[in-house]
C-alpha cells in the first residue's frame, strides 16, 4: 500500500551520505551527478541538505526557571560546551532540564539571515537562542525546540553531529525503470558503473515472540501472488521517531508523521518495496485481496471517497474495502496516534493490475509509482524483518512470525535473452569485446553465458524494462557511458531536402512572429475538458484512455487553451504586457491532425515610453501582427476578414480569417464572460490559424516596373456603416481594371455632420499604366467609373 505521502514521484531524492552506506565511489557529489547522468539518470539538481549553520551547536539544557514577569517564558541555564552556563530566555513548551537541543550562539546567523545577539526579555538577559527544526531548515516543525536526544556531546558543530553537509541529488527517473526509485536502485547502478562492490547491509531475521497471525486470502492470487503480514503488539504510541530517522526521511522528500507510518516510508525509500500499515484493532475477520465490485466505495487517508470500478485491486476485511491496493490505504483502517497493535503489509502486486488505476482517481502515490513499474518480487520477506527491526528498536513492541500467503517468488519467472556482438556492435556504432560485454552486464546482477561472441542473458529479478535484445544493447552503452562513445560519420550519402517556394518556411513565420515581440511557447497536446470546450465550443473531443489527471484527459482542438493558461501565469507574475505564441498540433475527433499557428497579445499595446500614452492592445493591432504573417505568401487582395460569430470570442470583435476563398482561422478579442475565469483586468486578443492553409505560395512570377509616373486621386465617400472596407476595395478594383496600382485608405469617420448609420471613408488611388503616361483625363475618368460602381454596389455618394 502507498506510504503516508501521497504525492507522486517524479523524480527521487539520493542522500550521498546515505548512499555510501551501500556503494563508496569515491566520486565528489558533481563527478557522481555527471556519471549518473551519463548513464541514464539525469541530474536535475544538486543541493547541501541544511543551510549553513555556523555557531549552532548541540548543547544541553542544565536548568529551566519560570520567567519573574512573563508566564509563557522560561529562563533556562545552557550547557554549550564552553565550559560556562550560558542564560537564555525561551518560550518553548517542551523545554526542560535534561533536553538535548541546538543552541545558536551570539553571533550565529540562521536561515532568512536571522542574526543571533544578546538581548533583555522583560528585563532578562538572553544571551542566544534555542531553535526550533523550521528556525534552521530543517522543517516544518515549530511548537517546540529540536529535540536532539542523548549520545550527541555538547558544543558539537550541529552540522557535524546531524551530518548535514551531506549533499542531495535530485535524479529524473524514466518511466521504465522504477528499481531504481530506492537508495539500494541507485547504489546497483552507481556500484556497475564505478566497478565497486555492493555492500548489502546484512537483514537478520526478527524471532516472533507471540503466536498471533492475521488471516490473509488471495481471492485475485493472479494480481497479487505474494502478501507478507505479520502482527506486532505493544508498540508505543507516545514513542518518538529519533532524528536520525527523520533526517533521512526530511532529506528524502518527505516529512515525519509517527514510528509506525516513517518506518514503512524508510523501508520503501531504501529498499523500494511500499508497505503499509493497519491499526489491528480496526481489521475485523482477516484481508482479502480481491477485485472490487460494482458499487463499492471507500474513504481513503486523504478523505477522499471514491467508487470502485470491478478491474480495480482492492484490501478488504469482513466490513468490506479497507484500501486501493498498491496504491492508498483507507481512512477507516489507518494509523491514529492512539494506536498500540499493528498489522504490516508487503505484498507483490503484478504491475498490470495497478497501472493507470492511480490516475483514473486523480492521484499519484510513492506506492503506485513503484508497483506499476514493477516491484522486485524477491524483497517481501526482507523489507518486512527490515521494517519489524526497525519498529521494535524505535517503539518496542512484540512481533508475531512473517506469515507469507501465496507464493514467495524467490526468482522471476524471466524467458532469457539471446544476443550477439555483432548485433551490440551494430547497434551502438563501437567495437566491443565479448569479456567486456560479459562483465558490463554481470555488473547490473544479470547472469550472462556465452559461447564465443554469442550471448544468453537472464536479468535480474528488479529488472521488468529488460525482455529483447535492444534492451542489452542499452544497457551495454549504458555502463560503457554515452560520452564515451565517439561519433562516426555516416556510411550513406547525404541527401539534401526538398526546397520548395510554394510554401512560407515555418522558421521564417515564426521568426517574423519573434521579431514583432512575441514569445514561443511549448504546451501540453492535452487539456482539461472543460478547457478546451470553454475556448473551442461545443465538439466532439480525442479522450486520453490514462489521463495523467482530470486537466489532461482530452486531445486538445486548439492552442488557445495552452496560450491562456501561459498568459494567466505571467499575468500572475506581474507582467505588464504579454506576447506569446504556439505552433503545434490541433487534433479533431474525425478528420486528420492539423499544424496549427495561435497567438495571444494583452496588455500595454508598446513598450513604456515617454513619446507615446499608454493604451492597450486593441483587434487592429494583432490583426496587423496577423497580415504580416499572412502577406509572407499571400497578396494583400488574397486575405480577408470576415465578420463572423465565436463561442470564445467577443461579438462584434470577431472576425473569420479568408485565405484564398478559404476559412482559415479565427480573430478576435476574449468574450466578456471569460474574463472572469481567467482573472484578467483586461481582455486579451486571440488568433489561431491553420498553418498548412495560410502560409501556401505561389511561385514568384517576375513584374516589370513601369516607366511612366503614377497619378493619385484622393476619394471621400459616404457609406452606409454596414459596408465592409473589402466590399469597397473590391468594387474599386473592378471598375478600375489593370490601371489601379493601389488603394491606401487615410481616414474613416463618424461623427457630426453625418447621418447616424452612415460612416466617410477617404482613400487614395494610385494609377499607373505601362504602356503610356495617364493623362488627367484619364484618371477623371477612372475616378467616375469608380464613383458609378460604388453607388451601385455599396450605396455611396461623394463626400461634400
Known amino acids: 500500500m502507498s506510504c503516508a505521502s501521497s504525492t507522486g514521484v517524479e523524480s527521487v531524492r539520493i542522500s550521498i551520505d546515505w548512499l555510501k552506506e551501500w556503494v563508496d565511489c569515491g566520486w565528489g557529489a558533481r563527478a557522481l551527478a555527471e556519471r549518473l547522468t551519463m548513464a541514464g539518470f539525469e541530474v536535475e539538481s544538486i543541493e547541501k541538505a541544511a543551510p549553513q549553520l555556523d555557531g549552532v551547536v548541540v548543547a544541553r539544557i542544565s536548568s529551566c526557571e519560570p520567567h519573574p514577569d512573563a508566564a509563557k517564558l522560561r529562563v533556562c541555564q545552557v550547557d554549550d560546551g564552553s565550559g560556562s552556563p550560558v542564560q537564555v530566555v525561551c518560550g518553548a513548551a517542551n523545554a526542560r532540564p535534561g533536553l538535548v537541543t541546538a543552541f545558536a550562539r551570539v553571533g550565529a546567523v540562521l536561515p532568512g539571515d536571522v542574526r543571533i545577539s544578546a538581548a533583555r526579555l522583560r528585563g532578562v538577559e538572553s544571551l542566544g537562542m534555542l531553535c526550533s527544526a523550521r528556525e534552521l531548515g530543517l522543517g516544518e516543525a515549530h511548537a517546540g525546540i529540536l529535540e536532539l536526544g542523548d549520545g550527541y556531546p555538547t558544543g558539537t558543530s550541529l552540522t557535524q553531529a546531524l551530518s548535514l553537509d551531506d549533499t542531495i541529488l535530485e535524479l529524473s527517473i524514466t518511466p521504465n525503470r522504477g528499481d531504481a526509485l530506492s537508495v539500494l536502485g541507485i547504489a546497483r ?163 498490470a493490475a495497478i497501472a493507470g488505476r492511480a490516475r483514473r482517481y486523480g492521484m499519484q502515490t510513492d506506492a503506485s509509482q513503484r508497483f506499476e513499474r514493477g516491484v522486485d518480487p524477491t524483497l517481501q520477506e526482507r523489507a518486512m524483518e527490515r521494517a519489524t527491526a526497525l519498529l521494535l528498536e524505535i517503539a518496542g513492541g512484540e512481533p508475531g512470525p512473517t506469515v507469507v500467503s501465496g507464493k514467495a517468488l524467490s526468482v522471476l519467472e524471466r524467458s532469457p535473452i539471446e544476443v550477439s556482438i555483432e548485433f551490440l556492435e551494430k547497434r551502438l556504432g563501437l567495437p566491443l569485446e565479448a569479456n567486456g560485454v560479459a562483465d558490463a552486464l554481470k555488473a ?149 491532425e492539423k499544424n496549427l499557428l495561435a497567438a495571444v497579445a494583452w496588455g500595454a499595446a508598446l513598450p513604456e515610453q515617454w513619446s507615446s500614452e499608454r493604451r492597450d492592445v486593441d483587434f487592429y493591432d494583432l490583426k496587423g501582427d496577423l497580415e504580416a504573417l499572412l502577406q509572407l505568401g499571400h497578396s494583400p487582395r488574397e486575405i480577408r476578414f470576415e465578420p463572423a460569430s465565436h463561442p470564445a470570442l467577443h461579438p462584434g470583435r470577431t472576425a473569420r480569417v479568408i485565405v484564398r476563398e478559404k476559412s482559415a482561422g479565427w480573430i478576435g478579442e476574449l468574450h466578456p464572460a471569460l474574463l472572469q475565469a481567467y482573472d484578467l483586468r483586461s481582455a486579451p486578443l486571440l488568433f489561431e490559424v491553420d498553418a498548412d492553409l495560410s502560409f501556401m505560395s505561389e511561385l514568384p512570377v517576375y513584374n516589370g516596373i513601369s516607366r511612366y509616373p503614377s497619378v493619385r486621386r484622393d476619394l471621400a465617400l459616404v457609406v452606409p456603416e454596414s459596408i465592409l472596407l473589402d466590399q469597397i476595395l473590391e468594387s474599386v478594383s473592378v471598375s478600375t481594371g489593370s490601371a489601379l496600382r493601389e488603394v491606401r485608405v487615410f481616414d474613416v469617420y463618424r461623427g457630426p455632420g453625418l447621418e447616424p448609420g452612415l460612416k466617410s471613408v477617404a482613400m487614395g488611388l494610385i494609377f499607373q499604366k505601362f504602356e503610356g503616361t495617364l493623362t488627367d483625363q484619364d484618371a477623371d475618368g477612372l475616378v467616375s467609373s469608380v464613383v458609378s460602381r460604388l453607388s451601385t454596389d455599396c450605396g455611396a455618394r461623394i463626400r461634400n
Open 444 to 592: 547490473l546482477g544479470m547472469e550472462v553465458s556465452h559461447s564465443g561472441n554469442d550471448f544468453r542473458v537472464l536479468p535480474p529479478s528488479h529488472r521488468f524494462d529488460l525482455a529483447i535484445a535492444e534492451d542489452l544493447s542499452e544497457e551495454v552503452a549504458r555502463i560503457h557511458g554515452y560520452d564515451r562513445i565517439e561519433p562516426v560519420d555516416a556510411m550513406a550519402g547525404q541527401v539534401a531536402a526538398p526546397s520548395t517556394e510554394t510554401r512560407v518556411s515555418e522558421r521564417r513565420y515564426l521568426t517574423l512572429l519573434a521579431d514583432r515581440g512575441y514569445q514561443e511557447v511549448i504546451s501540453y497536446a492535452f487539456t482539461g475538458r472543460e478547457e478546451q470546450l470553454r475556448l473551442a465550443g461545443p465538439a466532439e473531443l480525442v479522450e486520453l484512455a490514462n489521463p495523467l489527471s482530470a486537466e489532461l484527459a482530452v486531445m486538445r482542438l486548439s492552442l488557445w487553451p495552452g496560450l491562456m493558461a501561459a498568459l494567466t501565469s505571467n499575468v500572475r507574475r506581474q507582467r505588464e504586457r504579454v506576447r506569446l505564441f504556439e505552433y503545434g498540433r490541433g487534433f479533431p475527433a474525425n478528420a486528420p
Open 189 to 351: 547502478e552507481v556500484a556497475a558503473i564505478s566497478g565497486k562492490p555492493l555492500a548489502t547491509p546484512p537483514i537478520p531475521r526478527v524471532a516472533a515472540t507471540l503466536p498471533d497471525v492475521f488471516d490473509v486470502q488471495l481471492e485475485a492470487g493472479e494480481a497479487c501472488p505474494t502478501f507478507v503480514g505479520r502482527v506486532i503488539r505493544g508498540v508505543r504510541p507516545e514513542a518518538q521517531s529519533p532524528l536520525w530517522l527523520q533526517e533521512r526521511l526530511r532529506r528524502a522528500g518527505l516529512r515525519s508523521i509517527s514510528p509506525v507510518v516513517d518506518v514503512t516510508n524508510l523501508v520503501m525509500l531504501e529498499m523500494g518495496q511500499p508497505m503499509h500499515a493497519y491499526d489491528l484493532r480496526r481489521l475485523n475477520g482477516g484481508i482479502r485481496v480481491r477485485w472490487a465490485r460494482t458499487g463499492e466505495k471507500l474513504r481513503l487517508l486523504d478523505g477522499r471517497e471514491v467508487s470502485l470500478d470491478p478491474d480495480v485491486l482492492m484490501i478488504a476485511d469482513a466490513t468490506g474495502p479497507i484500501g486501493l491496493a498498491g496504491i492508498m490505504g483507507g481512512e477507516a483502517s489507518g494509523i491514529d496516534p492512539d494506536t498500540t497493535d499493528v498489522f504490516l503489509e508487503v505484498a507483490f502486486f503484478q504491475p
